[in-house]
C-alpha cells in the first residue's frame, strides 16, 4: 500500500470554499468549508457534529467532548487533543499532520482512509476501534491500547511503537515491516494477519514463545 505524501493547506482543492471560522464549537452542528486557525477550545461539547471539508491549523483541544463527531474530508496541523473525547467519532478521508494526541479517548472510533503524518500519541484508547486504509507514518505512539480493535490495511512506515497493546485485537494485512520499534506490551499472540520482517520477528519471539508456552533456556 503506497504511503500518502502529506499535503499543505494550499493543496487543499476545497481550498478556495474555506471560510475563516471563530465561534464556539457547538453540539450536533454541521460545520462545511471551514477554516479555524490558531483557536484553543477548553472543555467544549461539540458531541455529534459533523465536519465536512474543513481545515483546522494549530488547534488545541483542552477536555473537551467531541464523542460521536464526524470527520470528513478533513485536514488538520498541528493539532493538539489533550484528555479529549472523541469516542466513538468517525473519520473518513481525513489527514493529520504534526499532532499531539495526549490521554486522548477514541475507543469505538471508525477510520476510513485517514492518514496520520508526524504525530505522537501519547496515551490513547483506541479500544475497540475500527480502523481501514490507515497509515502511522513517521508517528510515535507510546501506551497506545488496541485492545479488541480491528485493523485491516492499516501501515506503520517509520513509527516507533513503545508500550502497545495489541490483546484481542484482528489484524488483517497490517504492514509493520517499516515500523523503526516493535514496543508490543501486550497481545503479540493477536499479530496473526500482520506482516513482519525477519528481523522483527526475531524481536518478537520471546513474546511469541511465552503465549504458546516455549520455555528457552540456554545451558
Known amino acids: ?9 494550499s493543496d487543499l482543492p476545497f481550498r478556495h470554499r474555506l471560510e475563516s471560522f471563530s465561534a464556539d464549537l457547538a453540539r450536533e452542528e454541521d460545520y462545511e468549508w471551514l477554516h479555524i486557525d490558531g483557536a484553543t477550545f477548553d472543555d467544549i461539547d461539540a458531541g455529534m457534529s459533523r465536519f465536512t471539508e474543513s481545515a483546522l ?18 485536514w488538520m496541523h498541528s493539532i493538539r487533543t489533550v484528555g479529549t473525547d472523541l469516542a466513538e467519532s468517525t473519520w473518513l478521508d481525513t489527514e493529520c499532520l504534526s499532532g499531539l494526541l495526549a490521554g486522548t479517548q477514541l475507543h469505538g472510533a471508525q477510520m476510513r482512509r485517514t492518514v496520520f503524518h508526524h504525530c505522537k500519541f501519547d496515551s490513547v484508547n483506541l479500544r475497540a476501534t475500527k480502523l481501514r486504509e ?4 513517521d508517528c510515535l505512539l507510546r501506551d497506545v491500547d488496541f485492545a ?52 522483527q520477528l526475531l524481536d518478537l519471539a520471546p513474546a511469541l514463545a511465552r503465549h504458546i508456552g516455549i520455555t528457552v533456556k540456554d545451558r
Do not use: C, H, W, Y
Open 134 to 137: 490507515v497509515a502511522f507514518v
Open 148 to 199: 479488541g480493535a480491528t485493523l485491516t490495511d492499516v501501515s506503520f512506515p517509520g513509527t516507533s511503537l513503545d508500550k502497545v497493546d495489541f490483546t484481542k485485537a484482528t489484524l488483517s494485512r497490517v504492514d509493520l515491516r517499516d515500523a523503526t520499534a516493535l514496543g508490543i506490551t501486550s497481545g503479540a499472540e493477536a499479530l496473526n494477519g500482520a506482516i513482519v520482517s525477519t528481523p
Open 57 to 74: 491549523s494549530s488547534v488545541t483541544f483542552n477536555g473537551g467532548r467531541l464523542r460521536r463527531a464526524r470527520l470528513d474530508t478533513v
Open 1 to 9: 500500500m503506497p504511503t500518502p505524501a502529506p499535503r499543505d493547506l
